[in-house]
C-alpha cells in the first residue's frame, strides 16, 4: 500500500546485489512511495547484471561506482544530479565486505591489510558519500541518510568477527558526521540495526544459518525481514521523522533489549526424566 510518503523525493540507493539484498527492496519500496531513484554498485557487481531487472522495476539509471574511489563517488553524484535536475533528498548505504570473513581468518590472526579494505569499504565509504556531498553541495537541507548496522558493534558475535569494529566505526561516522551535517543543512544521517537476514552479506557469516534461528527464537517480534527494514527506511527518508539524527536505531523485532527468551531457555532444558514414558 502506498501513502506517497516519498512523493517528490530524489534518492540514491547503494548496495542492491540482488533480489535479497536489502537494498532491493529499499529500491522497491521508496519507488512505490513515490521516490525517484538513481541505483548504484561497485562495477563489479553489476557486472552480474542483477540489477538492470530492478532499475527496470523502479524506473532508475544505474551509475557504477567504487565507494572506496573518490572520483567514482564525484561521478556518481553529478550524474545523478543531472538526472534529478536539482539536489538530492535521501542516500541509503547498504554496503558491507570482509575479506577476512570472506577468507576464513579467525578474529584472533586477521589480516591487516585485508581489515584496512574492509574498515575503507564498510564503515569509511559511509564517510567518503558524504563527504562528496557535502563538497559539491549536493543534499537538499531536511534530507536524510540511513547506513544499515548490526548489534555486534555493541555486543559480542564472535563469529561476526571484524565487521564488528566495521560497524562500530560506521556508527561513530553516522553520529559524528550526522552533527556537522545538522548543523550546516538540517541533514539527518541514521544507523539502522538490522536483524540477521538472508542476502548474500548476511550468508557469508560463519555458522549463519544456526545464528538466525536463535535471533528468531531471542525477538519477541521474531527476526525483521528485509522488506519491513526497506519500510523503517522509508519512514526514515520521509518528512515524518525529521527531527531523527544521529541515532543508532533497531529494528530487530526486540533481540537488542531481550535478556533471554522462553523459547530460547526451553531449547536448552534437558528432557525431563521419563518424559517419554507414558503414564
Ligand atoms: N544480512 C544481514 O544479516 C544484515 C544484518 C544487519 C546489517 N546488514 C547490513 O546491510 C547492508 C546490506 O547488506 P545485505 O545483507 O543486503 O547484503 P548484500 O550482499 O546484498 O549487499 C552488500 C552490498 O555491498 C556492495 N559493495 C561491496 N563492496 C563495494 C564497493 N567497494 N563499492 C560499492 N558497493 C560495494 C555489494 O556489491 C553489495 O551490493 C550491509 O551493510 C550489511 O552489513 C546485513
Same mark, same amino acid.
Given at each position: ?9 530524489k534518492? @540514491?540507493?547503494?548496495g542492491?546485489?540482488?533480489e ?15 521516490a525517484?531513484?538513481v ?11 542483477e540489477?538492470n ?8 539509471p544505474?551509475?557504477g ?13 553529478e550524474?545523478?544530479?543531472?538526472h ?15 575479506l %577476512?570473513?570472506r577468507k ?5 590472526? @586477521? ?12 564503515s569509511m565509504?559511509?564517510h ?5 556531498a ?8 531536511w534530507?536524510?541518510?540511513?547506513a544499515?548496522?548490526y548489534?555486534?558493534a ?6 561476526? %568477527?571484524?565487521m ?7 556508527e561513530?561516522?553516522?553520529r559524528s558526521f550526522?552533527y ?10 541514521n ?16 555458522g ?8 528468531e ?12 527494514c ?11 521523522t525529521r ?11 526486540g533481540?537488542s533489549?531481550t ?7 526451553n ?9 517419554n514414558? @507414558?503414564?
Amino acid at each position: 500500500m502506498s501513502n506517497n510518503l516519498l512523493a517528490g523525493k530524489k534518492g @540514491i540507493i547503494f548496495g542492491a546485489l540482488d533480489e535479497k539484498s536489502i537494498a532491493w527492496k529499499t529500491a522497491l519500496a521508496c519507488h512505490a512511495q513515490g521516490a525517484q531513484l538513481v541505483l548504484t554498485n561497485a562495477p563489479v557487481a553489476l557486472r552480474m547484471g542483477e540489477i538492470n531487472k530492478l532499475a527496470e522495476a523502479v524506473n532508475a539509471p544505474v551509475i557504477g561506482a567504487d565507494v572506496t574511489n573518490m572520483d567514482d563517488l564525484k561521478k556518481l553524484f553529478e550524474e545523478a544530479q543531472a538526472h534529478f535536475g536539482g539536489k538530492i533528498d535521501f542516500i541509503l548505504h547498504s554496503i558491507g565486505m570482509s575479506l %577476512n570473513v570472506r577468507k576464513g581468518k579467525h578474529y584472533t590472526e @586477521i589480516d591487516y591489510e585485508w581489515n584496512k579494505k574492509t574498515l575503507d569499504i564498510s564503515s569509511m565509504s559511509l564517510h567518503r558519500v558524504l563527504r562528496t556531498a557535502w563538497d559539491m553541495d549536493a543534499l537538499n537541507e531536511w534530507g536524510s541518510v540511513v547506513a544499515l548496522t548490526y548489534i555486534a558493534a555493541q555486543r559480542v558475535f564472535p563469529d561476526y %568477527n571484524e565487521m564488528a569494529d566495521a560497524k562500530a566505526l560506521l556508527e561513530s561516522v553516522a553520529r559524528s558526521f550526522g552533527y556537522h551535517y545538522g548543523v550546516k543543512k538540517k541533514v539527518r544521517i541514521n544507523t539502522i540495526s538490522q536483524s540477521p537476514t538472508r542476502t548474500t552479506a548476511g550468508s557469508g557469516v560463519k555458522g549463519f544459518d544456526a545464528f538466525i534461528d536463535y535471533a528468531e527464537k531471542m525477538s519477541p517480534l521474531g527476526n525483521a525481514s528485509a522488506d519491513d527494514c526497506a519500510n523503517y527506511c522509508v519512514t526514515l527518508f520521509s518528512d515524518m521523522t525529521r527531527f531523527v539524527t544521529m541515532q543508532n536505531l533497531f529494528h530487530d523485532g526486540g533481540f537488542s533489549l531481550t535478556g533471554v527468551s522462553e523459547a530460547v531457555v526451553n531449547s536448552m532444558k534437558e528432557p525431563a526424566e521419563g518424559a517419554n514414558t @507414558i503414564a
